[in-house]
């Protein structure tokens, strides 16, 4: 599942652009700014819908699609189209800016083929694309960064989520569990405050009940009143379990509960005094804010030693890695000693921030007091019929979400909020007072307190039979919540084993992938360098509890950070060779393309024959490559390769008419020509020097020429053009035809006698592009398009006989001639 066929119209800074793709792949190259990267992006793009260039840290918040489309053109006019070939089957499909969520299949298929898809999550994970940056980031980011990109490219991003997901459900059910059993204590203490309240009432005497065991014994005391047997447990029966029922009990209100008081009270001093003071407190914060607008260094200083301390804490836990970007530090104690002497140059921050936090604490002392007050009464409310009451229960109910929502959100800003930010910023003191001291509120709370009072009255005389109703309606809560705590314990239970299960089965698979990415890691950085470079050379490549770790020898036996010991080249051929290991172990077959933007920026021209000899002949033949280079000497040395064939050469980019290109590898003459047409004689003829040298070059390859002895970085035209042409004489002169060879006698002959005049040719007309490389004034005055382009026909005619114009391929020699993918040329 290949890429055959692509078209982009509107998109980034390309206007129009459509060209096909061999099945290894093409190769684009030109300067900064002209195009090439927009061309891989489109391919995101289309398989995605996004670009991730565009998208998350240090992107702001603009939003993508205005900087994907063109400027100034409509999002429905920006697009990208592309066919893929699946052996002799083409899907072709379409994604539009204005409409990235869908992806149209132009083809005759009701759905996506499932090598397709695959394709798509490769590239949503960003199995298949690495771009310069990302080439240093393999080798130079913290492990937990380093980890994050790794679960993503070894396909256990699915995996790191469900153990992300195992860990969350046991945090959050540990949670649960605590919350329950602050609901236990409080429904316990209502319990037993029942017996004590109640029956210390009834017999003037003062009775503690601090246990179950008290409660038992309390219960058995005035069920002996009624004559009736004793209960062994709290649990056997109900409390009233065979004692009549008085003729005047009638069941028990809500907020029949003398542990009430404080509630209440707290609410009367919200609305007396208390909001009144919480606002006041926050007007106060945010006259204090107003001397940090003017100064910015004041305000970060600020936000910063918020970070600072948390990060001092988690220092131990940490170290030697940085608690905030997990960076190793090879000395903690240097970490934590800047960590401290940033703290004290913003000790004049500190002392302001805690002006601000005593504000803050303030606030947040008086809201969660009513919050919590809010809570407790709605909890009252919880699991009652509203209409088997006659106050208006709902409206209380509602009063009290209402404003325990407003003020859950006040708190959150409070506590996890910017710190120099005030709650509702937005809001004036009148409208946070109408959210926060509502009328409807005030009027339910005194509601409330007077049915509360009016049920205290009726308890001061109630019967034994009374209490122990009342005391067996707050027990069966109580219990409730204890076999709540029983079953979520055995949830927790569960959800461990299978957390910890997970992780195990997890951990040994991920430490096997990691093996076998570092083994084919070094098999690739080591085959990129010289025995010498490379000698007792070893990588380190695993898991820790905070991502992956990854160090390389140096000539020694321990293990360092790559940038700490290996030149920026060597980092970017780690990269690069991290990145194809990774791509080999866990793509394998599945993976089809990759997309290299530019990824070997900072390697020499020592290693750069290594490394294009890595990718045109041998990864080429697994994945089809699609790359882009600035660099025209690194072009050149991709060009001779097995599989890279395809170069389309970027010139520039115009705002209005978009990128200006030249697929040159079948017709290396479209800049020529450009340059030609529009009479700049320089440009044409330095193009016709590079293309004469790079045919010569690969055909010196193809048909294996001898070469002066030395370093081929400093070959040049005169060398290759020597050396492929004294190639072919000789097998000219060897040269036979039959039926079997494309070429008759006829042929054969007139191709003997072009080549054997090439030398001469060469000779005559080597000056004028040699000459007018450089601007000459004399030249630029005499010399035209026309007469360049007689010079450069010479060259034209040799890669006629390098280059088959049938089947688009490099014709090369070997056991029984001279051929191409069309057949044998002819015979020697």
Not at 69 to 79: A, L
Request: some cysteine; overall charge negative.
């Amino acid at each position: 599942m290949r890429i055959h066929k692509i078209h982009i119209r509107n998109f980034r800074g390309i206007r129009d652009f459509e060209t096909e793709f061999r099945r290894s792949g093409a190769l684009f190259y030109g300067p900064n700014g002209a195009g090439k990267s927009s061309v891989l992006q489109s391919i995101e793009f289309l398989l995605t819908g996004c670009v991730r260039d565009l998208e998350g840290s240090g992107t702001g918040r603009q939003d993508p699609e205005k900087h994907i489309r063109h400027r100034g053109v409509d999002p429905s006019e920006s697009w990208v189209t592309a066919t893929f070939l699946d052996g002799g089957e083409e899907i072709k499909i379409k994604r539009t800016v204005g409409n990235s969520d869908q992806l149209e299949i132009v083809s005759d298929h009701s759905t996506l083929p499932s090598k397709l898809k695959t394709q798509q999550t490769a590239m949503r994970l960003s199995q298949n694309r690495l771009s310069r940056d990302e080439v240093l980031d393999f080798v130079t980011t913290s492990p937990g960064s380093r980890g994050d990109a790794l679960n993503e490219i070894l396909r256990v991003q699915n995996t790191e989520d469900k153990r992300k997901a195992f860990a969350k459900a046991v945090s959050d059910q540990k949670s649960q569990i605590d919350s329950l059993q602050d609901d236990l204590k409080k429904q316990r203490d209502d319990f037993y405050d029942a017996l004590e309240d109640t029956v210390s009432n009834k017999t003037d005497n003062q009775v503690m009940v601090d246990a179950d065991s008290d409660a038992l014994e309390v219960i058995n005391t005035l069920r002996s009143e009624y004559e009736v047997s004793s209960l062994s447990e709290l649990d056997e029966k109900e409390f009233t379990a065979g004692i009549t029922k008085p003729t005047s009990y009638s069941r028990t209100h809500p907020l029949d509960r003398g542990d009430l008081r404080s509630e209440f009270e707290v609410l009367e001093e919200w609305f007396s005094w208390e909001g009144e003071m919480a606002l006041a407190d926050r007007q106060k914060l945010r006259d204090k804010l107003e001397e940090f607008e003017q100064n910015s260094e004041l305000r970060r200083d600020v936000r910063a030693q918020n970070l600072l301390e948390q990060g001092e804490e988690l220092l131990t836990e940490f170290e030697p890695d940085c608690p905030l970007c997990l960076y190793t530090w090879d000395d903690a104690t240097e970490l934590r000693e800047r960590i401290e002497k940033r703290q004290d140059s913003a000790s004049h921050a500190e002392e302001l921030r805690g002006e601000i936090d005593d504000l803050r604490d303030e606030q947040l002392e008086r809201i969660k007091e009513v919050q919590n007050a809010a809570n407790t009464l709605i909890k009252v409310f919880e699991d009652e019929d509203p209409e088997s009451y006659p106050q208006p229960i709902a409206q209380w109910t509602r009063e009290l979400g209402t404003i325990e929502a407003e003020l859950r959100e006040y708190r959150k800003q409070l506590e996890a909020g910017d710190v120099l930010e005030v709650p509702f910023p937005s809001l004036g003191r009148e409208e946070l007072t109408a959210k926060l001291l509502t009328a409807d509120l005030e009027e339910a709370v005194v509601e409330m307190k007077a049915q509360w009072e009016s049920e205290q009255e009726g308890n001061e005389g109630m019967s034994s039979y009374r209490v122990l109703a009342v005391a067996y309606d707050r027990f069966s809560r109580y219990s409730e919540i204890q076999e709540d705590i029983k079953k979520a314990e055995e949830v927790l239970s569960t959800l461990e084993t299978v957390n910890n299960e997970f992780r195990t089965a997890r951990q040994r698979h991920y430490d096997r992938t990691l093996e076998k990415i570092r083994e084919r890691f070094e098999e690739i950085y080591c085959d990129l360098h010289t025995d010498e470079e490379v000698k007792d050379f070893s990588a380190d490549l695993k898991s820790t509890d905070h991502g992956v770790k990854f160090r390389t020898s140096f000539r020694d036996s321990d293990t360092h950070r790559p940038n700490l010991v290996y030149s920026e080249g060597h980092q970017d051929s780690m990269g690069l060779a991290l990145f194809l290991a990774m791509c080999e172990v866990v793509g394998g077959e599945e993976l089809e393309f990759l997309l290299l933007d530019d990824v070997v920026t900072s390697i020499d021209a020592a290693h750069r024959s290594a490394i294009a000899n890595l990718l045109g002949n041998d990864i080429g033949g697994d994945f089809q490559l699609i790359m882009t280079t600035h660099d025209k000497v690194w072009a050149r040395r991709l060009r001779t390769t097995k599989y890279i064939q395809n170069t389309i050469h970027f010139a520039d980019c115009k705002f209005q008419a978009g990128v200006h290109h030249s697929e040159d590898i079948a017709n290396p003459w479209g800049m020529i020509d450009y340059y030609l047409d529009r009479n700049e004689i320089t440009a044409a003829a330095a193009w016709g020097r590079k293309t004469a040298e790079w045919f010569c070059s690969k055909g010196c390859e193809q048909f294996g020429a001898e070469l002066p002895y030395g370093n081929r970085e400093n070959l040049g035209l005169q060398d290759y053009f020597d050396g492929i042409v004294g190639e072919l004489e000789f097998l000219l002169e060897r040269g036979d035809v039959d039926d079997e060879t494309i070429f008759g006698e006829s042929e054969l002959s007139d191709t003997d006698e072009m080549v054997g005049n090439l030398r001469r040719l060469k000779n005559e007309h080597i000056w004028g592009l040699n000459e007018n490389i450089h601007y000459n004034e004399e030249f630029e005055a005499s010399y035209s398009p026309d007469d360049l382009r007689e010079d450069i026909a010479v060259f034209d005619q040799l890669y006629n006989v390098l280059h088959c114009p049938n089947c688009n391929n490099w014709r090369q020699h070997g056991r029984d001639g001279v051929y191409c993918s069309c057949g044998t040329i002819w015979k020697t």
